[in-house]
């Protein structure tokens, strides 16, 4: 019986990618991302083996437009069509700004940091979608992938012996999407698209900022994410 099950169902799945009428298929849609994530200030004491202190906790939450560059293959059936695409997508630097850095009798005044934030996102995508009429359609689907994440942390009023160098960094997380699309026909192969995607892209973290000689501070966001709503043109 699980023999008969398999046979049918690679017999179905032939039949109906014989049936599809495949084509290749690009998109480029600006994007507007709200970014979101819990911003973090660790505090370490080097002389003590890197044990760390208590986290002051804040809400990263920033707006940063966008650019998603996509390319792959459309299988096309009769009422429904298969995406299978590479996406390139790239966001302007959002920050995170933290002030005053040092508490104390003998801490410098008005200091402060940011952390300025920049997500370049990978991802394999598939969509499924269905035509609703012969000039628009709906999809959903998603991706996975990678999120290369560039930070840079600049400061002021930092005086020595407060040492503000080696302040860049670059974190790589495993990256997902999920999101939903409509799309309409505005010549025999061009399409304006319009949609929304969940972006997960994982976890910043700066470079350790060494304020004293015993002590380094380190600014992280978690749980980075972003809703993302975008305005394209799709060819194929």
Do not use: C, W
């Not at 990263?60 to 996406?87: I, Q, S, Y």
């Not at 934030?117 to 990678?146: C, D, H, R, W």
């Not at 809703?227 to 394209?232: A, D, E, S």
């Amino acid at each position: 019986m699980k023999t008969f099950y398999t046979f049918t169902l690679a017999s179905l799945f032939a039949a109906s990618t014989a049936a599809a009428d495949t084509s290749f298929y690009a998109s480029a849609t600006p994007m507007y991302a709200f970014l979101q994530g819990s911003s973090l200030k660790q505090s370490v004491d080097l002389s003590q083996g890197y044990s760390a202190l208590p986290l002051n906790s804040t809400h990263f939450h920033e707006n940063a437009p966008g650019l998603a560059v996509a390319a792959g293959f459309e299988n096309d059936f009769n009422r429904a069509f298969l995406r299978t695409t590479a996406e390139l997508s790239l966001f302007e630097p959002s920050k995170m700004s933290y002030s005053p850095l040092y508490t104390g009798n003998d801490a410098p005044s008005n200091t402060s940091a940011t952390l300025n934030v920049q997500p370049y996102v990978l991802l394999a995508k598939e969509y499924f979608g269905v035509k609703l009429t012969q000039n628009m359609s709906i999809a959903v689907g998603g991706g996975i992938g990678e999120s290369l994440i560039r930070n840079t942390m600049s400061t002021s009023n930092v005086q020595p012996p407060f040492n503000a160098s080696n302040l860049s960094k670059t974190n790589h997380h495993f990256a997902y999407a999920l999101g939903a699309e409509f799309d309409a026909k505005i010549s025999q192969r061009t399409r304006l698209l319009l949609g929304y995607e969940y972006l997960s892209l994982g976890r910043v973290d700066s470079n350790n900022f060494v304020d004293t000689s015993n002590t380094a501070t380190q600014y992280s966001v978690k749980n980075l994410a972003a809703n993302v709503l975008y305005l394209g043109i799709g060819f194929g």
